[in-house]
């Protein structure tokens, strides 16, 4: 036998009618939460003993200003490299459409056009590149 059939065999034999059905309104009003001082036991923490309550921290001030990118102008980067190259940056040919940037993208950094712009996982500039490696940013 299940322990609320075990419960409700011990109230019909403990109490009358009349005080049954007190018990029974003042269960109601504990489901409804209509009587704040009075909580049904929560019994999630005992079968996930484990359970973390996550929360998120909030943001710590930043302590020093962010780093600022130069502003760069991909007009003044084409003509840098046309004058050490001899000749001018062609722009990106790209033959598979997953990998073509939309029409009327431009660079977030220098402005460049889509033509000098393609896709590899991420968007990036031709110019913005030539431009780091001219710097030895990256290699």
């Known amino acids: ?3 609320t059939a075990r419960f409700v065999i011990w109230i019909s ?3 009358t009618r ?10 109601l009003d504990v ?10 036991k929560d019994d999630f923490k005992e079968k996930h003993p484990h359970y973390r309550n996550f929360f998120v921290d909030a943001n710590p001030p ?20 046309e004058e050490k190259k001899g000749h001018p940056l062609k722009a990106v040919n790209t ?3 997953k990998t073509k940037v939309p029409k009327g993208s431009i ?12 896709f590899n996982g991420e968007v990036n500039c ?7 490696i001219r710097r030895k940013i990256i290699s």
């Open 13 to 15: 034999s403990k109490f």
């Open 126 to 132: 031709l110019s913005i590149i030539l431009y780091l």
């Open 107 to 118: 660079c977030k950094i220098c402005g460049a056009p889509a033509q000098y712009l393609y």
């Open 31 to 40: 489901l409804a939460n209509r009587n704040p001082e009075v909580k049904p």
């Open 95 to 97: 033959k598979d459409p």
């Open 18 to 27: 009349q005080e049954i059905e007190q018990i029974i309104q003042g269960l």
């Open 62 to 81: 930043l302590k020093t200003p962010p780093k600022t990118r130069p502003k760069l102008d991909w007009r003044k980067l084409l003509s840098a490299y």
């Open 1 to 3: 036998m299940k322990k």
